[in-house]
């Protein structure tokens, strides 16, 4: 009874549990991701993701979200641009001009620019010194995981650059949805509108692209079942799950999750796709653990 009645909608163990999940099935995308770039180029792939995202959602959520505030407007559209739509294009963009090792070391410093966020936008996160400790164990074990094997870890401007404005992308994000969580809107609705805008802005990047959408490679079984998985699970249900747990732990707390992204990506990898586990992996693995560990890591004040 007793655990019944704490488990309540408001519960931070809910809150983190919404974000670990979050992040476990986004850290396995990248091989559907990697299967369907065989058939549809990237811009494609996002549209339809979200295409998918904003029907399941419209479905589960129809009502029209009444604003609290009339800039609440904006903000929603602003957090539907950057967290669905421009972070994912900065983010493949920098790809472009630098290397994947980079980009992962430059986009696991997130936690760092949305603590930076939330102390100067929200007023509810002091700047801990636990952070910053946890910070530098956890960037030293992403940067063995990603160039322990002898990776390129050399500086590309243009590249760096893109990947860096990746996580302040991110960072307004998260803290936006924060705002708009406090005003109390339902999470569907609010999550249903900020895939709109995001759409949009997919939208504009095909067609700026020079692309269209192949209605029948789209309907072949192994590119169609793919794409239900990262429109209906990877987006709907995963940001609806993400801006619950944002809204109960807050930005700071959510985005440190993040973290674990990479050692997930390596757990399924070895348990499914049979790769190779080796010492490199174990020590970023155990470097960016204990990180988390240590970000969240509060002394007790004596009573």
């Known amino acids: 009874m007793y655990l019944r009645r704490s488990l309540t909608l408001t519960s931070p163990i809910l809150g983190h549990l919404a974000v670990v999940v979050t992040i476990t099935i986004w850290a396995t995308t990248y091989v559907f991701t990697k299967a369907l770039l065989a058939y549809l180029v990237p811009s494609q792939i996002l549209v339809v993701r979200s295409l998918l995202g904003l029907g399941v959602l419209t479905l589960l959520s129809p009502a029209k979200l009444t604003y609290v505030k009339p800039i609440d407007r904006l903000l929603v559209a602003l957090a539907g641009f950057c967290g669905i739509f421009l972070y994912y294009w900065l983010e493949n963009t920098a ?9 992962g070391v430059i986009v696991a410093a997130a936690p760092f620019t949305t603590l930076l966020a939330s102390r100067i936008f929200l007023k509810e996160e002091k700047l801990r010194l636990s952070y910053f400790i946890g910070l530098a164990v956890s960037m030293s074990g992403i940067i063995i995981l990603t160039a322990g094997d002898g990776a390129d870890l050399s500086v590309h401007p243009v590249g760096d650059l ?8 991110w960072a307004c994000y998260t803290t936006v949805t924060r705002i708009l969580s406090r005003r109390g809107y339902p999470n569907l609705a609010l999550t249903r509108s ?15 692209g020079g692309h269209g959408l192949p209605l029948r490679t789209i309907g072949r079984p192994d590119v169609l079942l793919p794409l239900l998985f990262l429109g209906l699970v990877a987006s709907a249900f995963c940001f609806a799950l ?4 944002l809204g109960v732990i807050g930005p700071v707390k959510s985005s440190f999750y993040l973290y674990l992204s990479p050692v997930i990506t390596i757990v399924f ?5 049979k790769e190779r586990f080796g010492l490199f992996d174990g020590v970023g693995t155990a470097l960016t653990l204990l990180g988390l560990v240590v970000s969240q890591w509060r002394p007790k004040l004596p009573s």
């Not at 893109?162 to 992308?169: E, G, H, Y």
């Not at 993400?242 to 747990?245: L, M, Q």
């Not at 990898?269 to 796709?273: M, P, Q, S």
């Open 162 to 169: 893109l990947a860096f404005l990746a996580i302040c992308v």
């Open 269 to 273: 990898a070895t348990t499914f796709l």
């Open 95 to 103: 790809l472009i001009h630098t290397s994947a090792t980079n980009v």
């Open 194 to 208: 900020m895939f709109f805008w995001g759409l949009v802005g997919h939208t504009i990047a095909l067609i700026a």
């Open 242 to 245: 993400w801006n619950f747990g």
